[in-house]
Structures are given as C-alpha cells and as structure tokens.
C-alpha cells in the first residue's frame, strides 16, 4: 500500500525561530492558503464518498434483485452505510478547516495592521534599530 499523496500544490509551512514582520507574514500567508486547499480538497474527498456510498447502495439493490445471499446485500449496505457516515466526518473537517483557515487570514490582517507601519519604519532607516523588547528591561 503507497502513502497517500496530497493532490494540491500544498507546501510545508517552515516552523522555525525567525518571528521578523516579513516572514511572520509569510507564514501566515503559507498557513491561510494550506488551510484553503485543504478544504477544498476536504470537499472533494466528501463528494467522492457520497457518489461511491450511492454507487454502493445501488449495487446492494443489484446484489438483492439478483437472488444472491442475502449475507452479501447486508455487507454492502453496511459499506454504504459506512461511507455515507464517513462522508458526514469529512465535511465536518472541512469546516473545522476552512474556520481554521479564517482565523489564520484574519491573524495575518490583524498583525500587518498592528506591525505594518513600524516594519515599514525599521527597514527603511539606515541606522540599527533596538530589536522589539529591548526597552522592556
């Protein structure tokens, strides 16, 4: 059996020290768009499985109408079942990823309204400037 590959263009988001403005910004940007194609993939995989828990339901009533054992009309139906509730499962993932995903963009525009003028501020001056907390001593 082969590990599953994501089908989007999804890259890993770096969990690493560097909190400077830009690349905090960067990151939250990574997140929120991971986030997003998660979701969307989420929602895809959902469909799937609704179309194959039908697809299933319609071959337990084939399986019945053709007179075969009635242990194999149970077992599909239990695969039906079984989809049609992991289905359920799925979407509600993708909310959870998609309000996730939310809460990532609006962190992003709440740190860029906060620290956007003061970044602008230290990368434009030649001298050196304190790093954040310096003064707090």
């Given at each position: 059996?082969?590990?599953?590959?994501?089908?989007?263009?999804?890259?890993?988001?770096?969990?690493?020290?560097?909190?400077?403005?830009?690349a905090l910004?960067?990151?939250?940007?990574?997140?929120?768009?991971?986030?997003?194609?998660?979701?969307?993939?989420?929602?895809?995989?959902?469909?799937?499985?609704?179309?194959?828990?039908?697809?299933?339901?319609?071959?337990?009533?084939?399986?019945?109408?053709?007179?075969?054992?009635?242990?194999?009309?149970?077992?599909?139906?239990?695969?039906?079942?079984?989809?049609?509730?992991?289905?359920?499962?799925?979407?509600?993932?993708?909310?959870?990823?998609?309000?996730?995903?939310?809460?990532?963009?609006?962190?992003?525009?709440?740190?860029?309204?906060?620290?956007a003028?003061?970044?602008?501020?230290?990368?434009?001056?030649?001298?050196?400037?304190?790093?954040?907390?310096?003064?707090?001593?």
């Amino acid at each position: 059996m082969s590990d599953p590959e994501p089908r989007g263009q999804a890259k890993p988001v770096p969990a690493d020290a560097d909190n400077r403005y830009k690349a905090l910004q960067t990151k939250l940007n990574m997140l929120g768009q991971a986030l997003d194609d998660a979701a969307l993939e989420l929602e895809g995989v959902r469909r799937d499985m609704r179309a194959d828990a039908s697809t299933s339901e319609d071959a337990a009533l084939d399986v019945e109408n053709a007179d075969l054992d009635a242990k194999f009309v149970e077992m599909t139906n239990i695969v039906s079942t079984a989809l049609g509730g992991a289905a359920v499962e799925v979407r509600s993932l993708r909310v959870c990823a998609q309000e996730i995903a939310d809460l990532t963009h609006e962190t992003r525009r709440t740190h860029a309204r906060f620290y956007a003028g003061l970044d602008e501020i230290r990368s434009n001056r030649r001298e050196r400037t304190p790093k954040p907390g310096f003064f707090n001593r």
